[in-house]
């Protein structure tokens, strides 16, 4: 599970969500103590904008397979139906969540971690050791309707068809060119560049959470009605790796 921590800091106007938990893999627990930092994020009125970030060499490397391929060989179908849920409900609460939202992407940013990413508004990426990626080809997944909209909200097709269709790795100097990110930063240098960044996108005035979250749910309309589908879960149980 999500051994690790979930640390909240608040400076001045914008939150801090790091997550130290290794790679930061995404399973139930991930998902769940996820929310919680979000919760406190929300329910504190002084904060105006918000940036996620994690420690070492991972912003996030994807879906936690080894947990879920023991959970669907343990036949703990309702543990995965309810990872997938969660996982969908967070998505769709963070590309609508009512303050400015900036993924400073502190190493490799890969599969549901780049998903993840592209549902902030913004992101920044380390220079130097890090890839994003969305390789699920790779790895025999499909990707649903929701992600693919998503990745060509954001990417053009060329992009988004080598990203998708191909799994393409890319540096950070791609990843900037493509469009997956706004802005480059020296590793030492990145999370002070996020908070200038999120100074500056809040601006002198800021903005009104409940006229920001309404505007982001009808610019992003076409996503959220897309209905969330349960991938087949027989995938997952040759995922996970033999206990020793």
């Known amino acids: 599970m999500a051994s690790g921590k979930f640390r909240v800091e608040v400076r001045g106007k914008i939150a801090v969500v790091t ?9 139930l627990d991930f998902v769940n103590k996820l929310n919680k930092a979000l919760d406190e994020v929300e329910s504190n009125p002084n904060v105006q904008a918000v940036i996620t970030t994690g420690i070492g060499k991972f912003f996030s490397n994807g879906l936690d397979v080894n947990w879920m391929g023991q959970v669907a060989k343990n036949n703990q179908v309702s543990e995965l139906i309810k990872f997938f849920e969660g996982i ?3 998505n769709r609460r963070m590309i609508t969540f009512p303050v400015p939202t900036i993924a400073a992407i502190n190493g490799h940013c890969v599969a549901q971690g780049g998903f993840w990413a592209l549902h902030h508004d913004y992101r920044l990426m380390r220079t130097k050791r890090s890839w994003f990626s969305l390789p699920e080809v790779h790895l025999k997944l499909p990707i649903g309707e929701h992600n693919i909209k998503l990745v060509r909200m954001k990417v053009n097709g060329d992009v988004a068809r080598d990203s998708l269709v191909f799994g393409k790795w890319y540096s950070p100097e791609e990843s900037l060119q493509a469009g997956f990110v706004d802005q480059l930063a020296e590793p030492e240098e990145l999370l002070e560049s996020a908070i200038k ?5 809040l601006g002198t005035r800021g903005f009104d959470r409940g006229t920001l979250k309404a505007m982001k749910e009808n610019v992003y309309k076409d996503l959220l009605d897309v209905e969330d589908t349960m991938p087949d879960l027989n995938r997952y149980t040759k995922l996970a790796k033999p206990k020793l």
């Open 19 to 27: 997550t130290d938990c290794g790679e930061n893999r995404f399973n």
């Open 88 to 90: 969908h409900a967070l």
């Open 197 to 201: 960044f999120a100074h500056q996108c």
